[in-house]
């Protein structure tokens, strides 16, 4: 089994930078945009479409009954679904890799050695960062914050049926507000070390 | 400001060992059970009820209006809490330490250089524990876990108006489940120290 090292993250926490900078310093691979390109392959989607809904929820019952279905009875969020699962088992099985987002941690569960973080930062951070980032919008930080929060929350709770960011998902969850970008990725790659 | 580690626990999750390993490493005191005769002799009361009180829940409105209480209007929850904030500031006040439990995290926010640690572990890791620890019982050991976490997470949310166990209160959580006892003091020591 590769070790694999599952991101999980608050959008403008900087987990995706934590991310990169651990499996530079591993050098092994670290996916997250590349995931989107693998998966939108696999599915005949376009790349955008899969940014845009595979962080919408997937279930059958909740969503819209007559949203179009193939013959086997599979949506297009469950056709997505199935791309992704292929695509980070694909992935997980090539080589140790680094993995940002994208329920990972759920999927690769007993298939690969996995190390699973989270990471989070206060909202005042997260605020300034996706400013300085994806710049000004028309909402507010803190409203496009709690949006994001709350459609990572029903897309991990639907597909895992876990709760999303509940630390006992996770084998070590950090703050980079409090600890710093370079600090976590430093005790992450020693944990993998070790 | 001196550096004080605080340490959040689950019970039966080893979160005391991993403070009084920590403490060991770093050669600095820990503070759990030492607390408790702090706060029996600053309160008068016996440490037998201190150990019993101290994690029944604080709230004025929500507990019996008719219980006792003195001239001022504090009751004895009211007494031992004040005991414990005072016991608290005190050792940090006297030196780097790591405290074990009793809302530290919170009563020293802003007056000491904290490290907020959380230490948790999945339940039938925390089931053997508690029955390895503290022998078998009357109650199935899920139940007194389930009955520990539901008063520990009432008398941290009273006192403090935080959610216990939510991973945003800080700095870091751990699974010792996962990583083991040895290897989370060994991350808590490195962080301190850089």
């Known amino acids: 089994m590769n070790k694999v090292i599952t991101i999980s993250r608050e959008f403008g926490s900087g987990g995706r930078s934590v991310g990169k900078l651990v499996a530079e310093k591993l050098g092994i691979p670290c996916y997250d945009q590349e995931l989107i390109q693998k998966i939108a392959q696999e599915s005949g989607y376009c790349e955008e479409f899969i940014a845009e ?3 919408h929820h ?14 086997y009875g599979n949506s297009i969020q469950d056709k997505i679904w ?4 292929k695509a980070i088992v694909e992935v997980a099985n090539k080589g140790p890799c680094v993995i940002v987002g994208r329920c990972a941690d ?8 996995l190390l699973k973080v989270f990471i989070h930062a206060d909202n005042k951070t997260r605020a300034h960062r996706i400013v300085e980032q994806y710049g000004e919008a028309e909402q507010s930080p803190e409203k496009r914050l709690k949006e994001k929060d709350k459609r990572r929350a029903a897309y991990y709770q639907v597909n895992t049926d876990k709760k999303w960011g509940d630390m006992k998902n996770y084998d070590i969850s950090l703050s980079t507000s409090s600890l710093g ?8 790659v020693e944990l993998y070390k070790s």
Do not use: W
């Open 82 to 85: 199935l791309a992704q699962l």
């Open 106 to 113: 759920f999927i690769l569960d007993g298939t690969a050695d």
């Open 58 to 71: 997937n279930n059958k019952f909740l969503s819209n009954p007559f949203a179009f279905r193939d013959y």
């Open 181 to 188: 970008i370079e600090r976590c990725a430093d005790i992450i």
């Open 53 to 55: 809904k595979s962080e």
